[in-house]
T-cell receptor, first 115, second 112 residues
Framework: DAGVTQSPTHLIKTRGQHVTLRCSPI?????VSWYQQVLGQGPQFIFQ???????GRGNFPDRFSARQFPNYSSELNVNALLLGDSALYLC??????????????FGEGSRLTVL | GESVGLHLPTLSVQEGDNSIINCAYS??????FIWYKQESGKGPQFIID?????DKRQGQRVTVLLNKTVKHLSLQIAATQPGDSAVYFC???????????FGAGTRLAVHP
């Protein structure tokens, strides 16, 4: 079975542009979470979606938005890109919405570079 | 691939030795803890977890210890192998919806 898949794997944008990152969870998983990992640091929570509803949001500006589709795939959108948005964006999926009920499986990430 | 942790603390061990990676967590209300391994260019990989009603849990070659009194978590890897070389993160959750708070990470370097 395929794991969590993310696209694109790498992309380069310039300041002020917009980016859309995509994630397909493991088959049967209903929850998708997004994390930002700046080089040299641990991942930071951005969003969680469960059953197509936003269930949690981290300390990120409104330039960051996301949604989950009926097939449980998800998109992360970032508007008005800043240099500081350069990072590895990780998507993670789980069967259910609450951490205590299972593992969180991460994808390989989308490496965004903002010039 | 690009390095995950250029400025992380590094633990260097000899192949075959036991490794102990430590982590201090921040929220006394956290009730679920996970250790992840992240190799260069890859996403974090689940290693082992522990709930707050336990103080020790063992897996294959790995043991996690939890000390809630001092908010400390450790990961012990027995008979460390070159394939264990990676950055290791602890993460905590307070029962919320998949919101994990990750620690800063430790790079484990295994030398033959």
């Amino acid at each position: 079975d395929a794991g969590v898949t993310q696209s694109p794997t790498h992309l380069i944008k310039t300041r002020g542009q917009h980016v859309t990152l995509r994630c397909s969870p493991i088959s049967g998983h209903k929850s998708v979470s997004w994390y930002q990992q700046v080089l040299g640091q641990g991942p930071q929570f951005i969003f969680q979606y469960y059953e197509k509803e936003e269930r949690g949001r981290g300390n990120f500006p409104d330039r960051f938005s996301a949604r989950q589709f009926p097939n449980y795939s998800s998109e992360l959108n970032v508007n008005a890109l800043l240099l500081g948005d350069s990072a590895l964006y990780l998507c993670a999926s789980s069967l259910e919405g609450r951490m205590n009920t299972g593992e969180l499986f991460f994808g390989e990430g989308s490496r965004l570079t903002v010039l | 691939g690009e390095s995950v942790g250029l400025h992380l603390p590094t633990l260097s061990v000899q192949e075959g030795d036991n490794s102990i990676i430590n982590c201090a967590y921040s929220n006394s209300a956290s009730d679920y803890f996970i250790w992840y391994k992240q190799e260069s260019g890859k996403g974090p990989q689940f290693i082992i977890d522990i709930r707050s009603n336990m103080d020790k849990r063992q897996g294959q070659r790995v043991t996690v210890l939890l000390n809630k009194t001092v908010k400390h978590l450790s990961l012990q890897i027995a008979a460390t192998q070159p394939g264990d070389s990676a950055v290791y993160f602890c993460a905590e959750s307070s029962g919320g919806y998949n919101k994990l708070i990750f620690g800063a990470g430790t790079r484990l370097a295994v030398h033959p």
